[in-house]
């Protein structure tokens, strides 16, 4: 059985790549609005301040912002010098020529390669959107599930009073009995 898998661009041939297309920003926390904190008011009435978990990181205050990736595909020129073709058919160009073995080949797949500026152009576009909206899905979900642990948040510290609470008052009970044990000996 023989096939035949059409390689869309020749070598040496000079076309438009979406480009690598991504840029780090860092923008306000949605949750905390940049105030870093919280204001809990508990079922009591109490009300209480805790650290934002969406813009905190382990071990850390919270910084009050994000670090979020930004889409940025544009055309980039792109010479066809090698090409790749994968098991399942897919065809992949390098850049780097056959004789240069400097450095680790670094080869991008033919969908993302475009012979026209403005094919390329409309497919970068379409790639900054889903990236944009990617990016947009993972600050709410992060949102969300920031919000889901200030409950734990208040219940962890909640039992940590409770439990110095009664450390202290067995330690004074202690001391107490010290005490009275000292004064019956003078
Ligand atoms: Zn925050």
Redesign the pocket.
Known sequence: MTGTVEIPFAIDQTVWHVGSGRREEWVP?P??AGE?RHHVRLGNGEEITIW?E??RRAGET?S?RLLVWIGEHKPTEFVCRRVSIEWDGRVRYSEKPRDDESSLTRYVGAEDLFDSFEACVVACGRRNRDRKQEEDDRIRRRAAS?KETIPHTVHYWRRQIRQHRQNLEYAERELQILKEKKDKHE
């Open positions: 926390c949750d905390c870093r934002c969406t813009c919270p009050g920031g």
